[in-house]
């Protein structure tokens, strides 16, 4: 069994609400995870303490039998839900920052994805579309070899087509051994 998540009693609150109540689940390899709930009901949260960037009130957490952290962090690829990237900068540049970021990120694999997608590499973000702007960080995420690919509303806010576009994206270019876990509110 190739345990990757394991949460056990989790909890997560913010004053007297309370955002994730006492979860248990495991997350093994090789899997495509939905996330499904509407707005406000914990998603983005709890995607937060597995990345490490929130601490649950109680409850533990691990990837692969160790605590999240940031040895957690070389292996899970997440895509949060609003965008991180600066507009003035070209997609060639981004991928130059994210090869001396990660040592997993593999350049190759990012052009690849870039020249199906029709996306010129020298063009700067804010000259996109609000789908190809979308595109752009998922495929840097899918670039990289990690063990569990977190993807927070990779579909939210763009019209059907790039719908398709990004979960096409998604569906072909993870490593079959990895899993991927994406949340949306679009249950249908």
Request: avoid cysteine.
């Amino acid at each position: 069994m190739n345990t990757l998540i394991e949460a056990k009693d989790l909890t997560k609150n913010y004053g007297k609400k309370t955002a994730v109540d006492h979860i248990s689940f495991s997350i093994e390899g090789g899997h495509i995870i939905g996330l499904l709930g509407p707005n406000g009901s914990g998603k983005t949260t709890l995607i937060k303490m597995l990345n490490g960037l929130l601490s649950p009130t109680s409850g533990t957490l691990y990837y692969k039998g160790n605590p999240i952290g940031v040895e957690s962090k070389k292996h899970i690829s997440y895509l949060p839900d609003h965008t991180y990237l600066g507009g003035g900068m070209r997609v060639n540049e981004i991928i130059d920052f994210f090869k001396d970021f990660y040592e997993d990120f593999e350049p190759e694999r990012a052009y690849d994805m870039l020249e199906k997608l029709q996306i010129d590499p020298k063009q700067k973000l804010k000259t996109m579309s609000k789908g190809t702007k979308a595109q752009v960080p998922l495929i840097l995420v899918m670039s990289r070899r990690a063990g569990l690919y977190i993807l927070d509303e990779p579909i939210a806010g763009v019209d059907p087509a790039a719908r398709d576009y990004i979960l096409n994206t998604i569906i072909t270019n993870y490593d079959e051994h990895a899993s991927i876990l994406i949340s949306t509110h679009l249950i249908a």
